[in-house]
């Protein structure tokens, strides 16, 4: 048989299909002879219409008991309970701080021995956040969730009943494991179920549990400790993680698992390795000598680990966590972004309490409540700022709120003894307003530009930077402060002389006194010395952050779409 000229009728049996409108297709047999239609219902051929003439499709409709209105907020009651769960595991980072010289009483510890509480827990993190999108995929979203918020809640309370240092230490490395697993999975949870018109809505509700949790951990932590019993900084967790599983089981939708994808062990070891080296180092580089065997050891193991892993994720089939992301130079600029925030942040969480309790000599619950007002601005200004990206995208909230961030930090530069309460709320209060204004649309621009399979890491890469860069970034600022104090120290005890015709008189007046006034002195001293070296760790954030403001130009200046995907119907 001579086949038709007709590329579409050559075969036999061949359907004609016809598309009506609203998209159903009719489908009509051919004749065996000749591919025709039968006479009676063979209709007049028309020539096929250009491509460019052709109509637009109708949109599908939607389906019954899912109209327009009702799917874009049958996602707002799962986001809640989402943040619940980010909330918990942030909150945890910044109240167990206020606890640690309570702990080290009770202990009967020395300092270096006692910070292991949060050395250990920061560690365990660096390894298990980057297998945070595998068991996503792997287990399935909703139940990894569960799963999470139930372990977090029991290992919280063996924390609470812990009664010495070592079991501190093992209940903490077992508490990071899901803690480091629930911000991951929270993300990408997010942006598969909000639609993407609303996604800047929705993630300015969800960077409540990333800046207001570690803004009111210490005043919670430091009510608990001071009036309470610390041992509750844990046991708090308990019933918000039973709730929010519970929650989760009821109204978190099912989403599609991954079946079969293999675990990509050799980048987990490298990536593990390599993050634990280089949280090590910078943890105990000023106990241990920046410059010692040591620490170079590993650094240098974490540099070159990192590396291998970067090789093994782009030969292996199935990586552990897809490095593609960083060919989209928009995710790249707001991890950048998101990492000079997130070290501000935990700057300001770690050296403003220290300062005011041993220089102001203000309780831990005074010291919280100097932290709450930056707590509360934030928490009004952030789902603003979602709303802002979700009209103008991220460029514009990303440059003016790092710009007002730089400014409230260059004004925390003016730390000294002698600075009133108000004084420094008013300063944390500016600069949280930029920091709630910016640091969400950063984040949610720079996702949004992912293709949706590659959301899971994007997410992974995103919480891992969070996580790393505040930790390394305290270190580094930690041996600043140390190294500076010393020499402002050696400095100003120079200048001070004992003895001879250019005695200071108070310092006569204060030997007189006997040790009582020598000391005082030696206070005072030691306070102003601590001021100036936190003033230029303030003034170099303050830095960091208007390089910030000008990498905020390059970001999208309207929301993105291109990594969009349909979200998982709730309900």
Not at 402 to 425: S, W
Not at 533 to 551: D, E, K, Q, R
Request: charged share 10%; aromatic share 8%.
């Amino acid at each position: 048989m001579k086949p038709s000229s007709r590329g579409g009728d050559s075969l036999l049996g061949e359907t004609s299909r016809e598309t009506r409108p609203g998209g159903a297709v009719d489908v009509a047999p051919r004749s065996r002879a000749n591919g025709s239609l039968p006479a009676e219902s063979s209709p007049k051929r028309t020539p096929p219409t250009p491509p460019e003439q052709r109509p637009p499709e109708p949109p599908p409709r939607p389906s019954p008991g899912s109209g327009g209105a009702a799917q874009n907020t049958k996602w707002i009651v799962p986001l809640a309970v989402v943040v619940i769960g980010m909330f918990m595991s942030t909150l945890d980072t910044s109240i167990v701080n206020v606890a640690i010289p309570t702990m080290q009483q009770l202990f009967g510890v020395s300092t270096d021995s006692i910070q292991w509480v949060t050395t250990a827990y920061t560690l365990c993190l660096g390894v298990v956040v980057p297998a945070s999108a595998w068991l996503g995929d792997r287990i399935g979203l909703r139940r990894l969730y569960v799963i999470s918020m139930v372990a977090f809640s029991a290992f919280s309370a063996l924390c609470g009943m812990a009664t010495g240092l070592n079991s501190m230490i093992f209940y903490r490395i077992l508490q990071a494991i899901p803690g480091g697993v629930i911000p991951v999975i929270c993300l990408t949870i997010l942006y598969k179920m909000v639609p993407r018109e609303k996604i800047g809505l929705a993630m300015g509700l969800y960077g409540l549990g990333i800046i207001f949790a570690p803004g009111i951990g210490p005043t919670l932590g430091g009510y608990l400790v001071e009036y309470v019993d610390w041992r509750l900084i844990f046991y708090i967790n308990v019933p918000i993680g039973i709730i929010g599983a519970i929650a989760a089981m009821v109204v978190l939708p099912n989403f599609p698992r991954v079946a079969g994808r293999s675990f990509d062990m050799p980048g987990f070891l490298c990536i593990a390795v390599s993050l634990f080296a280089l949280l090590l180092a910078c943890e105990e580089g000023t106990s241990w000598g920046w410059t010692s065997y040591t620490v170079l050891i590993l650094i240098a193991v974490g540099v070159n680990a990192l590396a291998l892993f970067v090789v093994i994720e782009l030969q292996v089939k199935e990586p552990l966590l897809d490095v593609r992301v960083f060919r989209h130079w928009a995710f790249v600029n707001s991890l950048i972004l998101i990492s000079i925030i997130s070290v501000g942040l935990f700057a300001v969480l770690f050296y403003i309490p220290n300062f005011v309790q041993q220089g102001q000599s203000l309780t831990p619950m005074n010291s919280g409540l100097v932290l709450l007002p930056q707590a509360l601005v934030m928490m009004v200004v952030v789902p603003m700022a979602g709303q802002i990206y979700d009209r103008v995208g991220a460029r514009l909230p990303a440059v003016i709120g790092l710009a007002i961030t730089a400014g409230g930090t260059f004004l925390l530069a003016k730390i000294n003894i002698d600075m009133t309460r108000p004084e420094l709320v008013v300063w944390l209060m500016i600069r949280a307003g930029g920091m709630g204004l910016a640091m969400m649309p950063i984040m949610t621009g720079g996702l949004s530009v992912l293709p949706a399979h590659l959301t899971s890491a994007g997410s992974a890469f995103n919480t891992l930077f969070q996580k790393v860069s505040s930790s390394l970034g305290l270190a580094l600022f930690s041996a600043i402060s140390t190294v500076q104090q010393a020499q402002f120290m050696a400095d100003r005890s120079g200048l001070l002389q004992s003895q001879g015709p250019g005695v200071d008189p108070r310092i006569v007046a204060m030997q007189q006194q006997g040790e009582t006034g020598l000391l005082s002195l030696w206070q005072t001293l030691q306070t102003e010395v601590e001021a100036q070296a936190y003033s230029n760790i303030f003034l170099l954030v303050s830095i960091m952050t208007i390089g910030g403001a000008i990498l905020g130009f390059f970001l999208r200046s309207v929301r993105s779409s291109s990594g969009s995907s349909e979200p998982v119907e709730i309900g």
